[in-house]
C-alpha cells in the first residue's frame, strides 16, 4: 500500500486529493496545525480515514518528525497563504509560508525521505503580466503581487534541488481551479453566494466581506475590476492532474488549466442565470476592491498534459458555477 503524506490538506484542493488517493487505495497522512484541524474545515469529513499529523512546515525539527513517521512514497505540498489580493497586506508571512516553508520541505524530504516523490503547488499568478496570449511551461514568469512573487521563488527551489540533489520533485503550474467548498474569501464563492442570495430574497447577507461588511449589502454585491478574465476549471478535475504528475517516469513541470478564458462579467451572468435573476441589478464594481497590480490575460495552454498524461478537464465553467451556487443555496436555506 502506497503512503501519501499532503501538507495543506484542510484547504479546497488538499481534502479532494485525500478522498482521491483513499479511493486509490492508499494510506493518506495530512500536515496540519491543531487549531486548523480543530475548526470545521474542507477535511473535517475524513477524519477517522486520514491520519493527521499536527505541526508547522516553517519548524525543521517538526518536518523530520513527519517524515519520519509517515514515510511517505509520495508528498503533496499544498499548503499556502492562498489569496494573492490578500497577500500585499501579508508580504512577509506570504514570503515565509509560500517560499521558505516550501524549501525547508524540499530540504527536509533530501535529507529524510530522498526517494519519495513531491509534487509541489506552483501557480498561475506567476506568470502576471505576461506578454504571451497563452501560457505554457516555457513562458518567462511576471509576478505582480507578493504572493506569486513568493510562489516563483519556491518554483524555481524546487527545479534547483530537483537538479542538484537528483530529487524527484514536480511543480503543477495550476490554473484557477475552483468548487463548492472555496471558502467565501473567494471571488467566485463570493458570486456563488450572491447569486445564491439573490435567489432567496437576501438583501444583507449573514455572512461579511474581508472589510467586515455584509458580502450582499443593500441587495448588492461589491466586485472588484468586472473585465478580469480568467482560465476557471473544477478542482476535483485539477487534484486528478497532480496524481497523475506524480505517476511519471521522470519529474517534469506541467501547465494544468482549460485553455478557455471567462471575464468575471460572464461569471455573474452565469450564475444569476441559474437562480434566475439579473446580475446587473445585484452586481457593482467597487475601485476599493481592485488589486494595486492586475495579471494580464492569464490563459493555460494544457498541451502537454493533454499529450503525456492524457489529462482534460471533465466539468464545464457553467456546470461548475452550477454547483457553487446550489451549494450556497442549501447552505443558506439551512440557516434561515
Excluded at 450582499?216 to 496524481?243: C, H, I, K, Q, S
Aim: hydrophobic share 40%.
Amino acid at each position: 500500500m502506497k503512503r501519501a503524506l499532503i501538507t495543506g490538506i484542510t484547504g479546497q484542493d488538499g481534502s479532494y486529493l485525500a478522498e482521491l488517493l483513499l479511493e486509490k487505495g492508499y494510506e493518506v497522512y495530512g500536515l496540519a496545525r491543531a487549531a486548523s484541524w480543530s475548526q470545521p474545515n474542507c477535511a473535517s469529513h475524513l477524519a477517522g480515514h486520514v491520519k493527521i499529523l499536527f505541526g508547522d512546515l516553517i519548524e525543521d525539527l517538526e518536518l523530520a518528525h513527519v517524515l519520519n513517521e509517515a514515510k511517505p512514497d509520495e508528498i503533496y505540498n499544498l499548503a499556502s497563504q492562498s489569496r494573492p489580493g490578500e497577500s500585499w497586506a501579508r508580504a512577509p508571512e506570504t514570503l515565509e509560508v509560500n517560499g521558505l516553508a516550501a524549501i525547508k520541505l524540499f530540504e527536509a524530504v533530501r535529507k529524510h525521505r530522498p526517494d519519495a516523490r513531491v509534487y509541489h503547488a506552483s501557480s498561475s499568478e506567476m506568470f502576471g503580466q505576461s506578454h504571451s496570449p497563452r501560457q505554457d511551461e516555457e513562458t518567462s514568469f511576471h509576478p505582480v503581487n507578493p504572493y506569486a512573487a513568493a510562489k516563483v521563488y519556491a518554483h524555481h527551489m524546487a527545479a534547483i534541488y530537483r537538479d542538484s540533489y537528483n530529487l524527484y520533485i514536480t511543480s503543477g503550474i495550476l490554473f484557477n481551479h475552483e468548487s463548492e467548498r472555496r471558502p467565501l474569501h473567494f471571488l467566485t464563492q463570493k458570486v456563488a453566494y450572491g447569486a445564491a442570495c439573490a435567489a432567496l430574497g437576501i438583501t444583507d447577507s449573514p455572512d461579511l466581506n474581508e472589510r467586515g461588511r455584509p458580502i450582499v449589502e443593500d441587495g448588492r454585491l461589491a466586485l472588484g475590476n468586472l473585465d478580469t478574465a480568467r482560465d476557471w476549471g473544477y478542482a476535483p478535475d485539477f487534484v486528478r492532474a497532480m496524481w497523475m504528475i506524480l505517476q511519471q517516469e521522470k519529474p517534469t513541470d506541467f501547465v494544468i488549466g482549460t485553455g478557455k478564458l471567462h471575464t468575471l462579467t460572464e461569471l455573474c451572468e452565469v450564475a444569476y442565470q441559474t437562480v434566475g435573476c439579473d446580475w446587473k441589478k445585484c452586481v457593482f464594481s467597487d475601485p476599493a476592491l481592485v488589486r494595486p497590480l492586475e495579471p494580464g490575460q492569464i490563459l493555460a495552454n494544457p498541451a502537454k498534459a493533454r499529450e503525456l498524461l492524457g489529462w482534460s478537464p471533465t466539468v464545464s465553467f457553467e456546470e461548475m458555477v452550477g454547483r457553487m451556487v446550489q451549494a450556497q443555496l442549501t447552505r443558506l436555506e439551512k440557516l434561515s
